[in-house]
């Protein structure tokens, strides 16, 4: 009986994510004694990890930092950096200060300390990583009530920061009543486990956390299934219980015995349930198969935002469609794929798209459950990597981006480096931007104000190579209204010249439409 009704509790958390109610997670002691991932009770639409009075949980933030990099050492690099600075300030631009030009060489990844320094760049050192982590929280609606940190040269396979690191903790979460723990890295389930016994409240790890705030956000079919698919993937290692004292008995002659255990039937259960979402996923995917297959009928390429999350990528396809997709600061406020038809310079149609952001040590398991919305980037024939331009660690953000690209067999495509957010940049780095992006191919852009879409317009109409823009000269009656009509709306007309009732035209246009009227052309080109 237990067991059913434990099942009956993981089926009704599925039905709730398929019937559009947001669920929260939540890792508390079960009822077979363990340590294991329940799914909470829903959430009311727009929540977030609430308390039961319906206010925001408190939450205590546990930042680890493994390895060598400490704060000293960051520090030892900065002024290292800083000394090459004074020593080449006036080979590099005298009249701009020299924090103004420093900024610039970071932002570009030019690491005046050398190749050391150069490879440390790339990573989050950890107060950058718990004030992301600080981000994370605020958009699962909690509410940060204290910050820790922990620096260790490896992690502890018990607790992961330590037996006096635990007591400090838990110490922290009594006197701020925090209601959760939350652990910027990932906890095995024995990790888990033991940090729950130790600690007066509920532990999450920084997967729990970001699966929250997906399910939170999931607003589509799709994105509910996917959702609910990444939860069960992540539950099912972590189930736990006491073996014999939880299996269910026969009822009858040849059937007494241990039989299956609570956590057999549980796993069972929820296995069952996996294989299920991954039939409707790719069911899924089929439809959307179809729906590119007709797509590709037409010659219409499509164009796919990528880039780290909150770095401005719904602003952008905003200002680039006029469509009403949801702009937030908070991370991942958009989850499901929008596609909407924009017109370049070259009169030539595409579909932009935009996808789910990415993030640092971005979940396995919802890089796989999340495969069939992602097929939108593998499909398109130009990625723009949207960046924010005013982040202190964007070279950190672009290379997790790559990674995931990386994951996604898409990381060979054609990419516009697109910088973001150059309104909030002061004079001289907007300055040094302009500069660098020029020389470098990239585009900087503010989506807030539209500076730069003309010239992303520009970059986009280059990148692609799907039905080329080609130059032809036309002759057409002028009785042909359509056919004028078509030209004026698909080509860019240059010339125009009127011979009695014929009308000669220099147009550009995609070499698809110029083929269609090839019976006006006057000579090949």
């Not at 958390?13 to 109610?21: C, L």
């Not at 609570?262 to 995917?285: C, P, Y």
């Amino acid at each position: 009986a237990d067991g059913r009704r434990a099942v009956r509790a993981v089926s009704r958390w599925g039905a709730a994510i398929a019937g559009g109610e947001r669920s929260q997670l939540a890792v508390e002691e079960s009822s077979t004694g363990g340590s294991g991932i329940r799914p909470g009770s829903p959430a009311r639409r727009g929540g977030g990890i609430r308390r039961g009075d319906g206010g925001p949980e408190r939450a205590v933030l546990v930042g680890v930092d493994l390895g060598v990099r400490s704060r000293g050492n960051r520090a030892a690099q900065s002024g290292a950096r800083q000394a090459a600075m004074r020593a080449d300030d006036g080979a590099l631009d005298e009249g701009a200060p020299e924090s103004a030009v420093f900024t610039n060489l970071l932002r570009s990844g030019i690491s005046p300390a050398g190749p050391a320094s150069a490879r440390s760049s790339t990573e989050l050192d950890a107060e950058e990583s718990l004030a992301e982590f600080r981000e994370l929280v605020s958009s699962a609606g909690g509410v940060v009530a204290a910050e820790l940190m922990q620096h260790r040269s490896r992690p502890d396979p018990a607790t992961l920061v330590g037996a006096g690191k635990v007591e400090e903790i838990a110490g922290v979460a009594a006197s701020t009543e925090a209601d959760l723990v939350l652990f910027d890295h990932d906890l095995t389930p024995t990790q888990l486990r033991n940090l729950e016994a130790a600690l007066p409240c509920r532990v999450l790890d920084r997967t729990q956390l970001i699966l929250d705030i997906f399910a939170r956000h999931a607003r589509t079919r799709e994105g509910q299934l996917q959702v609910e698919l990444a939860q069960l993937e992540y539950m099912l290692p972590r189930l736990t219980g006491k073996g014999k004292a939880m299996s269910q008995l026969g009822g009858g002659i040849g059937t007494r015995g241990p039989g299956e255990t609570k956590l057999e039937t549980d796993r069972r259960r929820i296995q069952s349930r996996i294989d299920h979402l991954k039939l409707e996923l790719e069911a899924v995917r089929r439809v959307r198969k179809q729906q590119r297959q007709r797509r590709e009928s037409v010659p219409v390429p499509t164009v796919a935002l990528v880039g780290y999350t909150n770095a401005g990528k719904s602003t952008l396809f905003n200002r680039l469609t006029g469509a009403q997709v949801l702009q937030s600061p908070r991370m991942f406020a958009t989850l499901d794929p929008k596609l909407r038809a924009i017109e370049l310079p070259s009169r030539r149609k595409v579909l932009l798209s935009d996808t789910v952001g990415f993030i640092r040590n971005l979940p396995h398991t919802l890089v796989t459950s999340f495969r069939a919305t992602l097929e939108e980037v593998a499909q398109a024939e130009v990625l723009l990597h949207i960046r924010d331009a005013a982040s202190t660690y964007g070279e950190e953000q672009k290379t997790q981006v790559e990674k995931v690209l990386g994951e996604l067999e898409s990381l060979d495509k054609p990419r516009i480096e697109v910088l973001n957010k150059v309104d909030l940049l002061n004079e001289h780095e907007r300055d040094g931007l302009l500069v660098r992006s020029q020389a470098g191919g990239e585009v900087a852009v503010s989506a807030r104000t539209g500076e730069g879409m003309d010239a992303l317009l520009r970059a986009i109409d280059r990148a692609l190579h799907s039905d080329p823009v080609i130059e032809a000269e036309l002759r057409v009656p002028q009785q042909e209204g359509g056919v004028l009509a078509a030209i004026e709306a698909g080509m860019v007309v240059h010339k125009r010249e009127y011979e009695g009732n014929l009308v000669r035209l220099t147009v550009s246009g995609p070499a698809s439409l110029v083929g269609r009227l090839r019976q006006y052309r006057l000579r090949e080109d």
